[in-house]
């Protein structure tokens, strides 16, 4: 069963409420599903880079975690790129994408980041788009920016799903290397308490905080711009494993990741009085 089997099979079975929020470049439906009742509200999302589609498979244990407040997952927000990563090219359907795929190697489409038609998704979104120290502007594996901010499908269906939702925080997990990035030049009112909070995080997870210089246009950066809510990166599994990270690094990474969400909503819950 691939990823994209396994995370539709995991919606069509979920008894709680749940939505489709788009379709992916190929097609494929982009799912969400919801887990706790109240407030706080936040959102979940995995596998925004097609290699890191291990991700997904945490999605379905915060399911299972019971949780204080509401917390919406979307499980697979890069069908097709996981797929590529998992799969490779037959799991791409005849088209102008397929051909443009051939021209990389096995091992490129294995590490695959993006969309299908190359663009990484996490820097599609409209935080100071385009000014990224490690933008690109040509299709490919990863670090491409896309022709405007929300050019893709998927950055447009999960900033739709969070504009109409309003969560009070979110959480974005990647892979790899085991650490927690949290700011975005909040403003002097908001930095300490999105500290605290990912301090929680820090708690809950093990992993240590880390800043970066020059990295934008990401679904957390813009949360914490445009939303003015706190966001999460949470880069899980070790740096030791490589990409894609495959059942070998799922137990380290549920052990680890299990707890957050129910930690931070408890969190923002005390934060915001709630
Ligand atoms: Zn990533």
Redesign the pocket.
């Known amino acids: 069963m691939d990823i994209y089997e396994r995370i539709s099979e995991f919606y069509e079975t979920a008894n709680t409420e749940k939505q489709t929020i788009g379709k992916s470049l190929l097609g494929r439906e982009l799912y969400a599903v919801k887990t706790g009742e109240g407030s706080p509200v936040g959102i979940a999302v995995y596998a925004?880079?097609g290699r890191?589609f291990i991700t997904a498979r945490l999605a379905l244990e915060h399911f299972e975690t019971p949780i204080t407040g509401t917390l919406w997952l979307v499980p697979l927000v890069n069908p097709d790129g996981a797929l590529v990563s998992e799969r490779g090219l037959e799991s791409v359907p005849n088209g102008a994408e397929r051909e443009w795929l051939k021209t990389f190697s096995e091992n490129q489409l294995r590490l695959w980041?993006a969309n299908a038609r190359g663009v990484d998704l996490?820097v599609n979104f409209d935080a100071d788009w385009g000014t990224g120290v490690k933008n690109v502007r040509e299709a490919g594996g990863e670090n491409y920016i896309g022709q405007s901010p929300f050019s893709e499908p998927e950055t447009r269906a999960l900033k739709n799903f969070t504009e109409k939702i309003r969560p009070q925080y979110t959480l974005s997990y990647?892979?790899k290397g085991e650490e927690i990035y949290w700011y975005y030049y909040q403003s002097l009112r908001t930095c300490p308490r999105d500290k605290r909070l990912a301090e929680t995080i820090s708690r809950s997870t093990g992993y240590p905080l880390k800043r970066t210089k020059g990295s934008v246009g990401g679904y957390k950066d813009w949360c914490i711009k445009t939303l003015k809510i706190p966001a999460f990166t949470i880069e899980t599994g070790n740096d030791g494993l490589s990409h894609p990270i495959g059942d070998e690094g799922l137990e380290d990474i549920i052990e680890k990741n299990r707890n957050t969400p129910r930690a931070l909503s408890a969190a923002v819950a005390r934060e915001l009085g709630i």
């Open positions: 925004v880079h890191e980041k996490n990647h892979t």
